[in-house]
T-cell receptor
Framework: AQTVTQSQPEMSVQEAETVTLSCTYDTSESDYYLFWYKQPPSRQMILVIRQEAYKQQNATENRFSVNFQKAAKSFSLKISDSQLGDAAMYFCAYRGSNTGNQFYFGTGTSLTVIP | DSGVTQTPKHLITATGQRVTLRCSPRSGDLSVYWYQQSLDQGLQFLIQYYNGEERAKGNILERFSAQQFPDLHSELNLSSLELGDSALYFC????????????FGPGTRLTVL
């Protein structure tokens, strides 16, 4: 089975600064999708950003961007100009094209934003 | 608001009891997924349905079962409940084609006393 690893259980960042959350995955598939979800204290799971493996260009959504390194099987999330509302648990997720529609989630990184 | 609805929001019950959690997917989504998130844990995939048929099974206990109805809403049935079943149960939906992003409902918090 595919595995997704988030090696940073907790991270902190000063407000307005930039932080990068790490994610690595293990797969033998060549076609797949990667996602970052945010879970604030409300516990709602919110999609932050999505990357298709066949696209070389890194995805960007406003202050959120990814650094996708396919050969290294790495998918990090960069949050620029951090805001208090960014404080949440962040989950990295993988979906392969040959694994049905099953998502594999990492264990999450808890991000604290310091005012 | 993701467009996925789940009821009830909270559920408190006793060990040995049976409960049913309900999920309505986003309009147009054919696939429904169920996840369990225990306290301070990641998401554990339980089961997936597509257009009424079971498509994938994860770490779902035999005491748990699910189904998807013709109107595409889904129910997760949990029986012979144990203290360890206390968790947040999420439903997510997707179109099942293309990028297939999963959109999550707000979750049902189950407390077993």
């Amino acid at each position: 089975a595919q595995t997704v690893t988030q090696s940073q259980p907790e991270m902190s960042v000063q407000e307005a600064e930039t932080v990068t959350l790490s994610c690595t995955y293990d797969t033998s598939e060549s076609d797949y999708y990667l996602f970052w979800y945010k879970q604030p204290p409300s516990r709602q799971m919110i999609l932050v950003i999505r990357q298709e493996a066949y696209k070389q260009q890194n995805a960007t959504e406003n202050r959120f961007s990814v650094n996708f390194q396919k050969a290294a099987k790495s998918f990090s999330l960069k949050i620029s100009d951090s805001q208090l509302g960014d404080a949440a648990m962040y989950f990295c997720a993988y979906r392969g094209s040959n694994t049905g529609n099953q998502f594999y989630f990492g264990t999450g990184t808890s991000l604290t934003v310091i005012p | 608001d993701s467009g996925v609805t789940q009821t009830p929001k909270h559920l408190i019950t006793a060990t040995g009891q049976r409960v049913t959690l309900r999920c309505s997917p986003r309009s147009g989504d054919l696939s429904v997924y169920w996840y369990q998130q225990s306290l301070d844990q990641g998401l554990q995939f339980l089961i997936q349905y597509y257009n009424g048929e079971e498509r994938a099974k994860g770490n779902i206990l035999e005491r748990f079962s699910a189904q998807q109805f013709p109107d595409l809403h889904s129910e997760l049935n949990l029986s012979s409940l144990e203290l360890g079943d206390s968790a947040l149960y999420f439903c997510a939906s997707s179109v099942y084609r293309g990028t297939d992003t999963q959109y999550f409902g707000p979750g049902t918090r189950l407390t077993v006393l």
